[in-house]
């Protein structure tokens, strides 16, 4: 087996931690074109793609979008490890893939133990939240861009603006996401 | 200090105990008003806990000059992820009142890490709920956009947003799908930590 993604991660641990984690956590087998997890299931583990390739897929309208291609190194579907939610898009295999899968309960115990590679194992998790919340408040930014402004122009200064406080809000500031339609209330009373 | 800690909503998950330890590991800040704490740009890895006094969130105004554009009151909690990730801050951060706050950062995090594990276990677990909560409502909001008035204009924003599509009638039905195999944890996982402890 390839693991070179795992291996990188797990070198320098001491075997107690391994046989902790290995209590906690399944190594599985994809072949291309399966299924990791599909949109709309309830979400009760992550994955941490250790070879291979994963697509993120979402279907709108009927029609497959792949929204990223991801490589060894990542970790999918983390919200699954903290909340009881459904899962926000599938995940394929787009070549022979092997992951590790990590289910919530089996996570907190592990966590719990507070170990040097539990708690590197959650720092991975935040980090690759944070990231992904980080993308997420971009994209949101872009599809508003496209929202406010007429085909092919720039977006007017009061909505940059705007822009700027959505990414700002949802990046790092947990300001209210409503007030971020067009521009914030201040800044319209100001422009006009 | 510690009933600050126990009222901010990020910190909800934690107990008391757990509370008093974080209080153990902060700095407290005192600014006057109009100080600038945080700059658009800067780098930053604290996280800031307001005491006492509001904190003003601004932007560039349309001419000059900067626009409030929310505030952060007492027991509400800026910049935590960047304990974790440290990263440039993305708006500038007054105080709009003399303003006390606790500081805590990434430093006091590795410290905690080593002196009081469970405690920085908890706090990290309590940021990712956090960003996880604010990741659904963003994903929720992009929803509600691509349902809505946007539908019609997908094809552009899928250049704009780099997002390729296509449709399944071109892969899934022209291709057999295995099915994924059963799991082989105990092969794999033997084969892995043979890996990992003959290379220690």
Redesign the interface.
């Known amino acids: 087996m390839k693991a070179s993604a795992l291996q990188e991660l797990l070198s320098g641990y001491s075997n107690a931690e391994l046989d902790h984690l290995r209590a906690a956590a399944r190594i599985r087998h994809f072949p291309a074109g399966t299924w990791l997890c599909r949109e709309g299931d309830p979400a009760s583990s992550c994955f941490f793609i250790a070879t291979g390739a994963v697509e993120m897929v979402k279907f709108i309208d009927g029609e497959e979008h792949v929204l990223a291609t991801l490589r060894p190194g990542t970790l999918v579907g983390q919200t699954g490890l903290v909340e009881d939610s459904l899962r926000s898009a599938s995940v394929r295999a787009q070549s022979a893939t092997t992951a590790l899968e990590i289910k919530r309960r089996a996570f907190q115990r592990f966590v719990q133990q507070g170990s040097p590679l539990a708690q590197h194992f959650q720092e991975q998790i935040a980090i690759a939240g944070i990231r992904q919340l980080r993308t997420a408040a971009d994209q949101l930014g872009l599809v508003l861009a496209q929202a406010v402004r007429p085909s092919g122009k720039q977006p007017a200064t009061v909505d940059r603006r705007a822009l700027a406080f959505i990414q700002a809000g949802t990046g790092e500031w947990d300001l209210p996401l409503d007030r971020a339609v067009g521009a914030p209330p201040a800044a319209k009373k100001r422009a006009s | 200090m510690t009933s600050v800690i126990r009222a901010v909503k990020v910190f909800e998950s934690l107990s008391d105990a757990e509370c008093a330890e974080l209080v153990r590991f902060m700095r407290i800040r005192q600014y006057e008003a109009g100080a600038t704490i945080f700059e658009c740009g800067k780098p930053?890895d604290s996280m800031l806990v307001v005491a006492e006094g509001a904190l003003s969130?601004v932007?560039?105004?349309?001419r000059r000059g900067n626009?409030?554009?929310?505030r952060?009151g007492v027991a509400e909690v800026?910049?935590e992820?960047?304990c974790?990730?440290p990263?440039p801050?993305?708006?500038t951060m007054l105080a709009a009142v003399r303003t006390t706050a606790y500081e805590f950062g990434r430093k006091e995090l590795a410290t905690m890490?080593l002196q009081a594990?469970?405690v920085?276990?908890a706090i990290?677990?309590a940021?990712?709920?956090?960003?996880?909560?604010?990741?659904?409502?963003?994903?929720e909001?992009?929803e509600r956009?691509?349902?809505g008035?946007?539908?019609a204009?997908?094809p552009?924003?899928?250049q704009?947003?780099r997002?390729?599509?296509?449709?399944?009638s071109r892969?899934?039905r022209t291709?057999s799908?295995?099915?994924?195999?059963e799991?082989?944890?105990p092969d794999?996982?033997t084969?892995?930590?043979g890996?990992?402890?003959g290379?220690?």
């Open positions: 930053g969130v932007m560039p105004g349309p626009i409030e554009v929310a952060v800026v910049g992820m960047s974790i990730v990263t801050r993305c708006a890490r594990p469970a920085a276990t990290v677990s940021v990712i709920r956090s960003v996880a909560l604010r990741l659904r409502r963003v994903d909001r992009i956009e691509l349902a008035h946007l539908a204009r997908l552009e924003l899928r704009a947003t997002i390729s599509a296509r449709t399944p892969r899934s291709r799908v295995p099915e994924p195999t799991p082989t944890e794999a996982w084969a892995l930590l890996r990992l402890r290379s220690a």
